[in-house]
């Protein structure tokens, strides 16, 4: 029976998979909060027109990866297109409708850093799953590329802190303003229908309604001919070109290194200026563990004001399993109370030791030996022992597990001992 599996492509964050899990959500807010990003949430849904405008008709994404579904339930059944939610496969487009629907176009310029669960329905493998997490974060109404800059430094910043900095390499590429992806179209256009034959049913199609797009396929045949297509820097316009070199200086000057990728094009419509991805070997095929851009046209196509942008997404699971050193469990203190009278001390006892700030684990049952092996199962940092001799003084025995050593402590003395365990 099915329903006893995970859907294909979904796993569970077991408390191990959690803290690294939680590690890397955490060390990205509190980098992202150093850079004035202030951290905000949109639904897990929306309606279906806000992806499929801003990723365009024609990405993997809107065409084979979207989760969408009709509201079942409602008196009457469906409302047609309106009423079509799409499980967010990523969070800009959420973003951008945000800003949109919240009239905060008039207090640019922002930043966010936002995170949480996207879904795409892709083939599961290593790194690649249908519902996975991204940290992401946002930098709306500066068209002045140091925000390029300042985005990218957020990022490796948070990749250094993360230990993972050195395993990656920063690779950079412009798509030039819109004046300069018209030329580069109008060229590429024409180099392709050269090759029709060749390309793959699907670059056909972006032929015809976005060319660059065929630049990104995954497809053997059309990589080929990617290999020999023009390159856009051979297109850009004096513009495009002084916007890339002070995005280049400025790296340079922060003592970002980086890797010139005039192949690397970003799936999404919207993108202008800077691409960049922060790549690895160490992941296999999924390789790409953070990525963005910048998108001036992207709340425009949403009927928003003109508003300039730049942000990236990064794969939350590929930068756990990047992560070599994990984050260790808070340690607890087992409070182990034997005989009734004990018992009834210990649940006020272990209230207020949590109350003090202690992290306390408390048996619901078994003998002194039981209590013990558990403590030691749950890797107890320390063990309170509240025995009759204890009792009667007042006192509790405190035991250091990893020393052995111990010592009787009054227990209104005990929490302020417990804080050398903590
Ligand atoms: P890829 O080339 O690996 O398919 P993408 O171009 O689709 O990546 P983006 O849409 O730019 O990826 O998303 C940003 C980041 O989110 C990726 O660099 C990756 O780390 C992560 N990511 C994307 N799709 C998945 C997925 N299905 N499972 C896990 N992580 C993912
Ligand atoms: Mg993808």
């Known amino acids: 029976m099915s329903g006893l599996q995970p859907v294909r492509g979904t796993r569970d ?6 803290r690294r899990h939680r590690a890397v959500v955490e060390t990205a807010r509190a980098v992202a909060e150093r850079y004035g990003y202030l951290e905000m949430a949109t639904p897990v849904f929306e309606f279906t027109e806000v992806f499929k405008r801003t990723l365009g008709e024609t ?26 939610i799409t499980l967010r496969p990523e969070a800009t487009a959420g973003i951008a409708r945000a800003l949109i629907s919240g009239g905060l176009a008039q207090h640019l310029p922002l930043k966010f850093f936002t995170s949480g669960p996207m879904f795409r329905h892709e083939r599961p493998q290593k790194g690649r799953l249908r519902q996975f997490h991204q940290i992401d974060v946002e930098l709306l109404g500066v068209a002045d590329p140091r925000g390029d800059v300042e985005i990218i430094a957020v990022g490796a910043q948070i990749l250094r802190s993360l230990g993972v900095l050195e395993r990656t390499t920063l690779e950079l590429n412009t798509l030039g303003d819109p004046e300069s992806r018209q030329a ?27 060319p660059l797009r065929i630049l990104d396929s995954k497809d053997e045949g059309d990589r080929k001919l990617v290999a ?55 992941l296999g095929a999924q390789g790409a563990v953070m990525a963005g851009g910048r998108y001036d046209g992207l709340v425009e196509t949403m009927g928003g004001p003109a508003t300039p942008g730049v942000g990236w997404a990064a794969g939350v699971e ?25 018992e009834r001390l210990a649940l006020t006892l272990t209230e207020s030791l949590r109350a003090a700030g202690h992290s306390i684990d ?38 250091d597990l990893d020393s052995g050593a111990q010592e009787l402590v009054p227990l209104s003395a005990l929490a302020e001992h417990l804080a050398r365990f903590r």
Not at 13 to 18: A, E, I, K, T, V
Not at 320 to 341: K, N, S, Y
Not at 378 to 399: C, F, N, P
């Open 13 to 18: 964050l077991l408390p191990d998979d959690m």
């Open 184 to 210: 580069y179209r109008k060229v590429l256009v024409d180099y392709f229908s050269g090759h029709r034959e060749a390309l793959s049913d699907d670059s056909l199609q972006r032929l015809e309604r976005n």
């Open 362 to 399: 408390l048996g619901f049952g078994g003998n002194v030996g039981k209590r013990m092996k558990r403590a030691n199962r749950i890797g107890a940092r320390a063990a309170v022992i509240l025995g009759e001799d204890e009792l009667r003084q007042d006192s509790a025995t405190l035991r």
């Open 228 to 282: 020999d297509a023009p390159l856009f820097s051979d297109y850009l316009n004096q513009a495009s070109v002084d916007f890339f070199e002070r995005v280049k200086a400025d790296l340079t000057a922060l003592g970002l290194g980086f890797a010139l990728n005039p192949r690397l094009v970003r799936g999404l419509d919207y993108y202008t200026h800077t691409a960049f991805e922060f790549v690895t070997t160490e």
């Open 318 to 342: 590929r930068l756990a399993m990047l992560m070599t050193a994990a984050p260790a469990a808070r340690r607890p203190v087992a409070v182990v109370p034997i005989g009734a009278e004990a």
């Open 59 to 84: 990405s993997d994404i809107v065409t084979k990866e979207m989760y969408t579904f009709t509201p079942g339930g409602t008196p009457g059944g469906p409302d047609g297109e309106g009423e079509q």
